[in-house]
């Protein structure tokens, strides 16, 4: 006969008998019922190459999602493949990214030649369309080993040859201003940018009241 699995709410115990259910019943203990919907294919188990999880395209698009995981637990990755899924499902998305973690869409857009993937700056109630550069700033900690060879990578980082690189590896913009970059990329997000006003933080001023934003941010969220 068939066995039904359900999950284990008890430990195995000591020189327990182990059946290995076929990949089939795993996915449904997993997944749910089969059902004719279209499938987003996640991936497959760790343990369990044979058995591919997929997620219902009908009931993620229908439904909140929320992707839970600790830091480095692999969500970005997580929602990156959802959404390659969607994208060739034919579904329209609009994704709000503050952090440039989804830019690869965009960077690999040819891979999608049926899907017009494009980027959007908010305008204001002027109708000016703006956005600010978050800046990756790197230093020296007081007290902390090994100073001499930081000290190499900083000045490897903020060298020419590394600087003139940024754009072409990862959509940044050189911080010297003796490099002038012409690679794709930089002229795609420069095409992107354009009639896009950048806005400019004093960042000084940001650092300087840091400590009363934080608690004023307590006082009103109540965290």
Known sequence: GTAQLSPLTYPVKPSGEVLYPPPDDVRRLLTGEEDNSAKLKIGS????????????????VSRH????????????????????????LKYPLVIFDPHGDYLGFFEKRVLFPDTN????????????????AIPYDIGLV??????????????????????????????????????HPTDAKY????????????????WNAVLASLKSDIATWHKVTGN
């Open 65 to 88: 999602l929320a992707i839970l995981a600790m830091t480095g637990g692999g969500k970005t990755v997580a929602a990156r493949r959802i959404i390659r899924e969607l994208i060739d």
């Open 142 to 179: 007081a007290g902390a080993p090994h100073p001499a060879a930081a000290k190499k990578l900083i000045d490897f980082l903020l060298s020419k040859a590394a600087q003139e690189q940024v754009s072409s590896i990862a959509y940044g913009y050189p911080v010297r201003d003796d490099v």
């Open 187 to 202: 002229q795609a997000f420069q095409a992107a940018l354009h009639g896009v006003t950048i806005w400019n933080p004093d």
């Open 45 to 60: 188990l760790i343990a369990r190459g044979d058995v591919e999880v997929s997620l219902s395209a009908r009931h993620i």
């Open 117 to 132: 993937i494009r980027i959007f700056y908010p305008a204001g109630p002027d109708g000016v369309r703006s956005t600010f």
